[in-house]
């Protein structure tokens, strides 16, 4: 898998602290993602643990899914405000949030584990910004993030904002995620 | 130069380098690896993924997996998820497997690990669970990782990690009877909050700290997480040696670590403890932090005593003290973490009374060993709030949905202000029973 240059699609709108048991609540964990079956049920239940009114913000009670499809949400980026994916180490939240269909998170910043799955299992790639984009933007609303540059236009109002650079796991994210990296960089041996 | 702090030096020592600096990016040797029922399912398919087939995990001595998240149900794929827990055991004939139906089953995972003996000074554990922070009060560096991260290490038997700095928390003073670590935790994560230590490990030093047993040590470590930390670590003395070594089964050398005088922290905060008063965390939040004596009277419809963090043979002892002779007023649920704790509910005794006796005479209800409610688990699970109802509980996430129903409310705090409270049916000072 190589990076895109481009990223572009609706946008779906949370605040902060969005822990692991919002993102997918324990009672759905026991599908097992190896089976790709049971990998897309986890695209069904994205975000079912967000409560109603802090769902689709800034009105809220908007559906991260909508009635053509219960699997993959209408919504490509999801940007949220600080601490996002708190809680639990489940990989089983960034891989909700892919099989339904987000391709990036925007957030102020992430909890640790989050991160490291999102970018390690290569599911997602985890935005920065050093200010609170969540307030800015509307669900909805269509952006275009673009990497090269690290920007993200606001195509529904014309607005451009700066994303953070993706630091010193950029390598990771462009090789596609911690199996393909180490293969690159020699830690692994490539599979035949 | 100055010196590396614990965390630190226990890191570079697993990268064979002589010293890391925080920020630094490093591989090191895994010592241990743990995954369980929920985990241990997508771990097996990345490993087989990218491996092979036939491949083989990197040393069969060093993988441990415990079953412990949803074990009592009937759920179908649940129990299914067990099976492939023990199809991957025989296929890589695993020696430290603790299987559902078998004497060898433990519950809660990180328990089960200090009691079984696989948390060892010095050592570098990892867990595909967020509370493997848990074994930092051991002396070792303990994180939580994901599936992909597991699935490698299973076949390499390394990881790559960034060096956190070191934030360190000193308790002077000694914890009066009313007081316990889930006091000194959700003070601290109230204090610096649910973000406050994000990438970074949380150090616990002080005579406050160094009186506690491993049991409450364990606590305060495994709560790290809440603050959104890395890692929990406290460095080794002769509690820990001998909690260590008489379960030490398996004979394991492991060489003790201690950071280093002039360790650079990266922020400090002193606590006294008699100046600490009982502690509880407000939904939906483990950082919500109110003292107990601000929210005296508030109604309650359940009491839930469990969990790695709260279902100890030191939470129950506790909560014992205040239940014995008394009758509760709310649902009240019992669930020790592991069936060793389950055995010492039977055998140890309170007023010539066993631990159960008193729990069963005071109209509470005793569960299995396992994780049971503490993240909610399938819907006929032991404890579960399948309403929205308000419950308080000893475990460590009250986040919506956690326990169960999203519109449910939980308050975090110690077995002795939830056994105070389960006694009178609304949220009670502990320090009420100890006139
Ligand atoms: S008892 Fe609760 S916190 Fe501990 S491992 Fe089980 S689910 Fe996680």
Redesign the interface.
């Given at each position: 898998m190589s990076l895109p240059e481009i990223i572009r699609g609706k946008v779906y709108i949370l605040g902060d602290?969005v822990?692991t048991?919002?993102i997918i609540?324990?009672?759905y964990?026991?599908?097992?993602?190896?089976?790709p079956e049971e990998y897309r049920q986890f695209g069904k239940y994205a975000l079912i643990?967000v409560?109603g009114a802090q769902g689709g913000l800034p009105k809220g009670h908007i559906p991260f899914h909508d009635a053509t499809d219960d699997f993959v949400s209408p919504y490509t980026i999801l940007i949220g405000g600080?601490?996002f994916g708190?809680?639990?180490?489940?990989?089983?939240a960034p891989?909700a949030l892919n099989a339904a269909g987000i391709k990036a998170v925007i957030a102020e910043?992430y909890?640790?584990?989050f991160f490291?799955?999102a970018v390690?299992?290569g599911y997602l790639i985890p935005f920065e910004t050093p200010f609170r984009l969540c307030d800015k933007v509307c669900t909805g609303d269509m952006l275009r993030i673009e990497l090269a540059s690290s920007t993200v236009v606001n195509e529904t109002t014309g607005e451009v904002f700066h994303l953070r650079p993706l630091g010193?796991v950029a390598p990771i994210i462009e090789a596609g995620?911690?199996?393909p990296y180490?293969e690159k960089t020699g830690?692994?041996s490539p599979?035949s | 130069m100055a010196g590396m702090t614990l965390t630190e030096k226990i890191l570079a020592k697993h990268a064979q380098r002589d010293r890391v600096a925080p920020g630094e990016?490093i591989?090191v040797d895994v010592d241990v690896l743990m995954t369980h029922d929920?985990?241990g399912?997508?771990t097996?398919?990345?490993f087989?993924?990218?491996f092979?087939k036939n491949a083989k995990v990197w040393d069969r001595d060093k993988v441990v997996i415990i079953p412990d998240?949803?074990i009592f149900t009937a759920?179908a794929?649940?129990n299914?998820?067990v099976d492939?827990l023990r199809a991957f055991v025989k296929e890589q004939n695993l020696p430290h497997f603790y299987d559902v139906g078998t004497d060898r089953y433990k519950g809660v995972c990180h328990i089960a690990l200090a009691e079984e003996g696989h948390t060892r000074p010095g050592e570098v554990l990892l867990?595909?669970?967020?509370h493997?922070c848990n074994a930092g009060a051991f002396g070792e560096f303990a994180t939580?990782?994901?599936?992909?991260?597991a699935g490698?290490v299973m076949?390499?038997g390394?990881l790559?990690l960034?060096t956190p700095p070191t934030m360190r928390f000193v308790f002077h003073g000694e914890l009066p009877p009313w007081l316990m670590a889930k006091d000194m935790i959700l003070s601290v994560i109230g204090d610096i909050g649910?973000?406050g230590a994000?990438?970074k490990a949380m150090e616990f030093d002080g005579p406050g700290v160094y009186s506690l047993n491993m049991e409450e040590r364990m606590t305060l470590c495994n709560m790290v997480?809440e603050a959104?930390g890395?890692n929990g670590v406290i460095a080794p003395d002769q509690v820990t040696l001998d909690y260590v070594n008489a379960r030490n089964k398996l004979g394991k050398k492991y060489e003790v670590v201690k950071g280093d005088p002039d360790a650079t922290f990266e922020f400090e905060k002193v606590y006294d403890l008699a100046k600490l008063k009982p502690v509880i965390a407000k939904p939906h939040?483990p950082d919500n932090k109110a003292f107990v004596d601000e929210l005296v009277g508030m109604r309650l419809d359940r009491a839930y005593i469990g969990s790695c963090t709260g279902g100890k043979i030191t939470d129950f002892r506790a909560a014992a003290k205040i239940l014995n002779g008394n009758t509760v007023k709310i649902d009240t649920f019992i669930v020790p973490a592991t069936t060793e704790i389950a055995k010492n509910l039977k055998t140890e005794t309170l007023d010539g009374k066993t631990l159960e006796q008193v729990f069963l005479n005071a109209g509470a209800k005793i569960g299995e060993a396992s994780c049971a409610a503490c993240?909610?688990?399938?819907?006929d699970t032991f404890g579960r709030l399948n309403s929205a109802i308000r419950c308080i509980s000893t475990t460590n996430?009250n986040?919506?949905?956690?326990m169960g129903n999203?519109?449910a409310e939980v308050f975090l705090a110690s077995p002795l202000t939830v056994a105070a409270s389960a006694l009178n049916g609304f949220i009670t000072d502990p320090r009420e029973y100890f006139a």
């Open positions: 602290n822990d048991d919002q609540p324990a009672q964990l026991t599908y097992n993602p190896a089976i643990g409560p600080k601490n708190c809680g639990s180490s489940r990989e089983h891989i910043f909890a640790r584990i490291r799955n390690n299992g010193d995620g911690l199996f180490a830690m692994l599979k | 990016n591989w929920v985990c399912p997508g097996i398919g990345v087989h993924k990218q092979g998240h949803y759920d794929m649940a299914r998820n492939v867990g595909t669970d967020s493997t939580g990782i994901g599936n992909t991260d490698f076949g390499t390394k790559w960034k649910c973000d994000t990438y997480i959104g890395k939040s993240l909610g688990g399938p819907a996430r986040f919506p949905g956690r999203k519109e």
